[in-house]
T-cell receptor, first 111, second 112 residues
Framework: GAGVSQSPSNKVTEKGKDVELRCDPI?????LYWYRQRLGQGLEFLIY????????KSGLPSDRFSAERTGESVSTLTIQRTQQEDSAVYLC?????????FGPGTRLTVL | DQQVKQNSPSLSVQEGRISILNCDYT??????FLWYKKYPAEGPTFLIS?????DKNEDGRFTVFLNKSAKHLSLHIVPSQPGDSAVYFC???????????FGKGTLLTVNP
């Protein structure tokens, strides 16, 4: 079956521009997560959606970062006024219960 | 402050031998631990997990050991195969699967 998909796979943008990253979770998975992996680092939790509950935004690094999810489907992560330190691979994962299934990630490069 | 530490950035092992990947954690509230494997340009793939009520979980060639008193877990792969070459991440959570905290990963290279 289809796994978690993310688009675009690569994004190069100029400092100061806004970017929007998309995640299509596995159908039926109620939980959705966004992580960030900077070069040479582990995965860093950003935000968590569970059903209709209020999202846990505690990992978002600044108010330039926001995310939305429509029901139990697509999620978008938006970064406003991008900075060079935002360059990273942004990973989305969805989960039905105990295991998180990851997408391939979006590599964001801010010039 | 890193709550999950993988102190070996890389490990090289001969095919057929055992690979042992180590992970230490500092948060005593962690009660669920997972290992993920990641190939280049792909997302991490779940390998094996263990709950804090156990000290060992085995799945084929992969076994995870948990030592709660030492706040240490390890992943054993035996026998190692060249296809096991990847980055291995240790992860932990304080509420089953919620909000995983990851280590920085260990690059395993299995030489033919």
């Amino acid at each position: 079956g289809a796994g978690v998909s993310q688009s675009p796979s690569n994004k190069v943008t100029e400092k100061g521009k806004d970017v929007e990253l998309r995640c299509d979770p596995i159908s039926g998975h109620t939980a959705l997560y966004w992580y960030r992996q900077r070069l040479g680092q582990g995965l860093e939790f950003l935000i968590y959606f569970q059903g209709n509950s209020a999202p846990d935004k505690s990992g978002l690094p600044s108010d330039r970062f926001s995310a939305e999810r429509t029901g139990e489907s697509v999620s978008t992560l938006t970064i406003q006024r991008t900075q060079q330190e935002d360059s990273a691979v942004y990973l989305c994962a969805s989960s039905p219960s105990n295991v998180q299934y990851f997408g391939p990630g979006t590599r964001l490069t801010v010039l | 402050d890193q709550q999950v530490k993988q102190n070996s950035p890389s490990l090289s092992v001969q095919e057929g031998r055992i690979s042992i990947l180590n992970c230490d954690y500092t948060n005593s509230m962690f009660d669920y631990f997972l290992w993920y494997k990641k190939y280049p340009a792909e997302g991490p793939t779940f390998l094996i997990s263990i709950s804090s009520i156990k000290d060992k979980n085995e799945d084929g060639r992969f076994t995870v050991f948990l030592n709660k008193s030492a706040k240490h877990l390890s992943l054993h792969i035996v026998p190692s195969q060249p296809g096991d070459s990847a980055v291995y991440f240790c992860a932990a959570s304080a509420d089953s699967n919620y909000k995983l905290t990851f280590g920085k990963g260990t690059l395993l290279t299995v030489n033919p």
